[in-house]
């Protein structure tokens, strides 16, 4: 029996995920290695006309050797002179054309890390503030079963900075945790208003 490609693709949405990941990530290496092979393809080119450039420079140091040597007719030797310096100047300009082409090929394969945005965390007050301790009430009751043995289970410390003119404070509104040995249940005063979040 001969597979389709429907029977290919698998019908569970993590795998389905998993082989797309996959898939994007063989596309991006094949697209590297295009433009790395681009890159060096530029470079390659721009050196052979840098070496064309040089053997047409050294070609017309050897006619002009050869013209000083053997002398021939003074408007001969003019024309080609001319002739071999333009020559030339077309061999250097198609060389820089070159070069440019390979640097931006180039820096199109710069691969720039990613930029990674960090999660912004407070940092605690410095200890050596003055701190105020102010406790919210408790609640009497659970609100639960409306039983009264509540235990202390814990607390939770918030911390706002005030400022006083000439003076910083640190005030600690402490919110305690209580449990009701009927039910269970926890139990904590809501908390105030922060000017800090």
């Known amino acids: 029996m001969v597979a389709t490609a429907q029977d290919a693709v698998p019908d569970d949405i993590g795998a389905l995920r998993a082989a797309l990941t996959a898939a994007l990530a063989r596309a991006q290496d094949e697209a590297a290695r295009a433009a790395l092979v681009e890159a060096e393809l530029a470079v390659a080119r721009a050196k052979a006309s840098d070496d064309a450039a040089l053997i047409a420079h050294q070609h017309l140091t050897s006619r002009k050797l050869q013209r000083a040597l053997h002398g021939q007719s003074s408007k001969r030797s003019a024309r080609l002179h001319d002739q071999m310096e333009l020559t030339f100047e077309e061999l250097e300009s198609t060389a820089t054309q070159d070069e440019i082409a390979?640097?931006?090929?180039?820096?199109?394969?710069?691969?720039?890390?990613p930029y990674v945005r960090k999660r912004p965390a407070r940092q605690p007050f410095p200890e050596h503030l003055p701190r105020e301790r102010v406790v919210e009430p408790a609640p009497a009751a659970c609100h639960c079963c409306g039983g009264h043995r509540l235990r202390k289970l814990g607390e939770d410390i918030t911390e706002t900075l005030e400022v006083v003119p000439r003076q910083w404070k640190v005030i600690q509104h402490v919110r305690e945790k209580f449990t009701c040995r009927d039910c269970e249940t926890i139990s904590q005063a809501p908390a105030p208003f922060h000017a800090t979040p």
């Open 102 to 113: 390979a640097e931006q090929a180039a820096a199109r394969t710069t691969e720039v890390a």
